[in-house]
């Protein structure tokens, strides 16, 4: 496999796991707001704190992006393939922010 085609498949997976893992905080912003409970729910959290977990082990930074510089792309983004360039700078802000928000929503609705 050529350089390029590994690089095109690091940054596919990399957006794979960014659908996956946004579905997970989409899922927990809509448990939050419905009240609903479900194991599906705690998959969902339990998915999006490992993916903190490994992102706070690794600086900060998506272990993907070594892998990607390894392949050819200097700046080492894995973002910028199918995300649009205004939002990539912003993924971590936005997801991380409405996690939180949904996280609250989750204790309030327990709390009450």
């Not at 899922?27 to 706070?56: C, F, H, K």
């Not at 205004?86 to 327990?110: D, K, Q, R, S, Y």
Request: aromatic share 12%; charged share 10%; with cysteine.
């Amino acid at each position: 496999m050529r350089p390029d085609q590994k690089l095109f498949l690091v940054k596919f997976i990399h957006s794979a796991i960014f659908f996956v893992m946004s579905l997970c905080v989409m899922y927990i912003l809509y448990a939050a707001v419905t009240d609903q409970r479900s194991p599906l729910l705690a998959v969902a959290v339990g998915a999006v704190l490992l993916e903190g977990a490994i992102l706070a082990l690794n600086r900060c930074q998506c272990p993907l992006t070594d892998v990607a510089k390894q392949y050819g792309d200097a700046k080492g983004s894995v973002t910028d393939i199918f995300l649009p360039a205004w939002f990539a700078p912003h993924v971590f802000t936005v997801c991380t922010t409405l996690f939180l928000i949904g996280v609250v929503l989750l204790i309030a609705n327990w709390i009450w």
